[in-house]
């Protein structure tokens, strides 16, 4: 059984960078064709996709994060990473991380979703 499970600081400064983990137990990061994505949910707002790192390593970010957002992966830790820099308040959230499953990736379709992670931007 695949679970997923976020981690990481749940303040951040205003200017600062946003890092978070998700550890992936119960299945490889790398298994064909799977794609490994951060999902965040801002106060009053819905469920924004920010970007996926895939099996093979490949990345794709939402353009309107894209000049502040890296997602990395650590094979050896089956995990993978979010880094959000020059945080503001609006980014503020619940961040969650989520698997997509083949045969199209960028549907939205999840079938397993981290519990998520509070993070307040603030001083």
């Known amino acids: 059984q695949v679970q997923l499970q976020e981690s990481g600081p749940g303040l951040v400064r205003p200017s600062q960078t946003l890092s978070l983990t998700c550890t992936v137990s119960g299945g490889s990061i790398t298994t064909n064709y799977y794609a490994w994505t951060w999902i965040r949910q801002s106060s009053g707002k819905g469920l924004e996709w920010m970007g996926d790192i895939a099996y093979d390593g490949s990345t794709y970010y939402s353009p309107s994060l894209k000049s502040r957002t890296s997602i990395t992966r650590e094979t050896s830790k089956n995990s993978f990473s979010l880094q959000l820099s020059s945080v503001t308040p609006e980014d503020t959230g619940v961040y969650y991380c989520?698997?997509?499953?083949?045969?199209?990736?960028?549907?939205?379709?999840?079938?397993?979703w981290g519990q998520g992670t509070q993070v307040t931007v603030s001083s």
């Open positions: 989520a698997r997509e499953p083949p045969p199209v990736r960028g549907r939205g379709v999840y079938d397993l």
